[in-house]
Nanobody
Framework: VQLQASGGGLVQPGGSLRLSCATS????????IGWFRQAPGKEREGVSC????????VYADSVKGRFTISRDYAKRTVYLQMNSLKPEDTAVYYC???????????????????????WGRGTLVTVSS
């Protein structure tokens, strides 16, 4: 099982970035994917997730209306389109999955991110002028 996040970088406030989470070793048809972020000195937090079963999406209140999660089965990749970026979005972003605990349960706040076993190496997003 492997996940690899990419697409981070430096962007000005109000700008956009698209993060990618390339996956291997499991099927996106069967396992949900979540995006998480961790800012310096802060706890890791859930950003968004997409359910494997019905494509249902969940977003943290702080990103609703600005971020969009999607997936491409053929490319085995999950995307996070981030628009109207703010300085407070600055963080290392990770994608994650698990075979027992759905990342959507974590993003919804019903479980801790400690429950997720598979994490990709993060990608840094810096929003600054």
């Amino acid at each position: 099982v492997q996940l690899q996040a990419s697409g981070g970088g430096l962007v000005q406030p109000g700008g956009s970035l698209r993060l990618s989470c390339a996956t291997s070793g499991f099927s996106l048809y069967h396992f949900s994917i979540g995006w998480f972020r961790q800012a310096p000195g802060k706890e890791r937090e859930g950003v968004s997730c997409i359910s494997s079963s019905d494509g249902r999406t969940v977003y943290a209140d702080s990103v609703k209306g600005r971020f969009t999660i999607s997936r491409d089965y053929a490319k085995r990749t999950v995307y996070l389109q981030m628009n109207s970026l703010k300085p407070e979005d600055t963080a290392v972003y990770y994608c994650a999955t698990d075979f027992e605990t759905s990342p959507c349960t974590v993003v919804s706040g019903a479980a801790s991110y400690y429950r997720l076993d598979y994490w990709g190496r993060g990608t840094l997003v810096t929003v600054s002028s």
